[in-house]
């Protein structure tokens, strides 16, 4: 693995690797004998805000022995129009790795291609992989893992948590349902990219999502960016709300899931989310360990 760009780059066996690896990472927290990102030095380029990802970063990059830079767009040239493919050629002479948050998935993958160097996307409009190796690394944790399992996504099932979570199902093989009114459910154009077999159903039924599901996974109606369409989706998304009425659809031992922040009692309930707090807040937790996997394995270019 030279970068991570999206869940749908990687193949099964690659999102296997990060997630043992990040088990390990975890267990030995305090006690690493080995710092794969000693001497090295790793930027954070973001046009976004964030607390989970930059916060996970930025002590993961430490507890791996690199030093990091937090770069917002705004406070370099970028935010006034340098294009990034020499923001990258420059910063690829320099560094020695870069996690980004941006608009344009293919800004990330341009970043890549003229830097050269080792490339996170740390959440575009199309995917948030590093979100994704976390929920995998609390599924394994809570639920033993995937194989068998039905995850079920309310809302904006197209912004980029929904599709991330469909090339996850269909790289790993569980079954997705993504429960999401018109205009915000996964299109034809995407559904025709996924590899034939893959167990990724849409309803606009949030009921047929819920039924038999081992995870219920709910994101913010109004992803960075779309803010000028809060009044309208706040509307139109109201019925797919993660509440008590869909959790008792749900399979026994059902897990409650947010990649956080939280809107309650807009995409979740108080009640719901605060009787699965503890495993909501491992989830965040993940972040930590899956990402510190993510840099050990780009460092070691495997
Ligand atoms: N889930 C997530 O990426 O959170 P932040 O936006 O706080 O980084
Ligand atoms: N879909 C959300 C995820 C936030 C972590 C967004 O893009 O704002």
């Keep these: 693995m030279n970068h991570l760009l999206s869940i ?36 954070m380029i973001f046009s976004k805000s964030s607390t989970r990802t930059r916060v996970s970063f930025e002590v993961g990059v430490r507890e791996l022995g690199g030093s990091v830079m937090f770069l917002s767009s705004n406070d370099i040239q970028l935010g006034r129009g340098e294009p990034i493919k020499d923001t990258a050629r420059v910063m690829g002479r320099m560094l020695h790795g870069a996690i980004i948050r941006t608009f344009a998935q293919q800004d990330v993958e341009d970043f ?34 995937w194989e068998d399992k039905r995850v079920a996504f309310f809302g904006d099932g197209a912004c980029n948590m929904g599709r991330s979570w469909a090339w996850a199902a269909a790289r790993l093989g569980f079954e997705l349902a993504v429960a999401a009114p018109d205009g915000y459910q996964l299109d034809d154009e995407f559904m025709a990219q996924l590899p034939e077999g893959a167990k990724v159903t849409r309803t606009d039924d949030p009921k047929i999502a819920a039924e038999g599901a081992d995870v219920l996974y709910t994101d913010t109606w109004v992803s960075m960016g779309r803010e000028n369409e809060e009044a309208k989706r706040l509307v139109e998304l109201k019925p797919f709300q993660v509440n008590e009425a869909l959790l008792d659809l749900a399979n026994e031992g059902v897990i409650v899931q947010h990649c956080l922040p939280a809107y309650r009692d807009y995409e979740i309930t108080e009640r719901v989310l605060e009787s699965h707090a503890d495993q909501i807040f491992q989830q965040a ?6 990402q510190k996997a993510v840099l050990a394995l780009l460092a070691a270019g495997q």
């Design 112 to 145: 890549a291609q003229y830097s050269g160097i080792p490339t996170i996307n740390a959440l575009t409009d199309d995917e948030h992989p590093c979100q994704i190796l976390a929920d995998l690394l609390t599924m394994r944790e809570l639920l033993g893992g």
């Design 285 to 290: 937790e993940n972040r930590l360990h899956a």
């Design 8 to 43: 749908e780059s990687l193949s099964g066996a690659e999102i296997n690797a990060i997630i043992d690896a990040a088990v390990t990472l975890k267990a030995e927290r305090g006690n690493h004998t080995v710092q794969p990102l000693a001497g090295q030095c790793w930027a």
